[in-house]
């Protein structure tokens, strides 16, 4: 378990089997939003691979990225420049840049009119291969800690993966700059939001400034140990279980010093529902005190919701 002076957030091993690690994720979740996990099963070579084959995408020149962005395309699949994305509410842009990986569905598929075909760069050779074993990695691992959850809200064990199921699923890689003296006032690297989708499993959350808001309305640091995943709560679970599990509010705070001037890097998968699923609150969630129900949405309508909150869409 890792403990902060003032947090509790589960860390757990996969290793174990869902009905073993089940309450207290489920309890972690419903009190900070995340949890972190161990032995998660994506292999290390992997992991190191995908990190240097995102900074060398980064370090094209600008021009070259660019090229790779899809304008009107709601930031789905390619590349988002420097200044883009916005936290909802938010007065400035974050101050990052990144890549989206999306599922790649066969043509024909009755899903394919929500997910557009993946691009790649052909600067890098082994983006593609690296980027889509990742991509699968993740899905793996995060239907893995999907099983604990629905153990966690008294459902069968694999009552997530049909909901998953070709599921409109972005992995993101992240490159936040070094600080420069042009950076707008009051910008951060990542600005206080919520995600939107069903959980999200962050590589690369061992450098300091993640932050989470407490539900005291304090923030407090997320720790995670070395070769850990962070696991957070979307804004879909939290509506599928009217708010027993929380979607906590999240930034990514500036480093001081010496760290101003190093780049961040990672990578977080959001992991979807189909776009067909239906949001609709859980009977047994519903009954829970404090819950707070909404009306049933598709998760494609939901998602679109969202992304024209953050500007992308």
Not at 154 to 181: C, I, K, W
Request: aromatic share 8%.
């Amino acid at each position: 378990m890792t403990d902060t002076p003032t947090t509790n957030i589960a860390s757990v091993s996969l290793a174990q089997a869902p009905q073993d690690i089940a309450e207290e994720l489920g309890r972690s979740f419903a009190e900070y939003g995340f949890a972190v996990v161990r032995n998660h099963g994506i292999p290390q070579e992997l992991i190191e691979r995908a990190e240097e084959t995102s900074k060398a995408f980064f370090a094209l020149p600008e021009e070259t990225k660019r090229a790779y962005h899809l304008a009107g395309k709601g930031g789905a699949r390619g590349y988002t420049p420097f200044g883009t994305e916005k936290a909802k509410d938010a007065d400035v842009f974050d101050l990052k840049e990144f890549w989206h990986v999306g599922r790649d569905l066969p043509e024909g598929h009755s899903l394919a009119e929500f997910m557009a075909p993946n691009i790649w760069p052909t600067e890098i050779a082994e983006f593609r291969e690296t980027f889509s074993e990742l991509y699968a990695a993740f899905e793996e691992t995060g239907l893995r800690v999907l099983q604990a959850i629905a153990l966690h809200l008294g459902l069968p064990q694999d009552y997530f993966a049909a909901t998953v199921e070709d599921g409109n699923s972005v992995m993101r890689l992240l490159h936040y700059p070094p600080l420069g003296p042009d950076a707008p006032e009051g910008a951060i690297r990542a600005a206080a939001h919520g995600d939107i989708n069903t959980i999200t499993l962050l590589l690369g959350a061992e450098e300091a400034g993640l932050e989470l808001l407490t539900k005291a309305g304090e923030w407090h640091p997320v720790y995670a140990e070395e070769g850990s995943i962070v696991i957070n709560v979307g804004d879909m679970l939290e509506r599928l279980t009217a708010g027993i599990l929380r979607s906590t509010t999240h930034r990514v705070v500036n480093p001081k010093g010496a760290g101003a001037q190093r780049s961040r890097y990672s990578m977080p998968f959001f992991l979807h529902f189909r776009p067909d699923f239906l949001i609709d609150p859980l009977d047994s969630c519903v009954d829970q005190e404090g819950a707070k129900p909404e009306k049933p949405i598709s998760s494609h309508d939901f998602l679109l919701q969202r992304l024209r909150e953050i500007n992308l869409a």
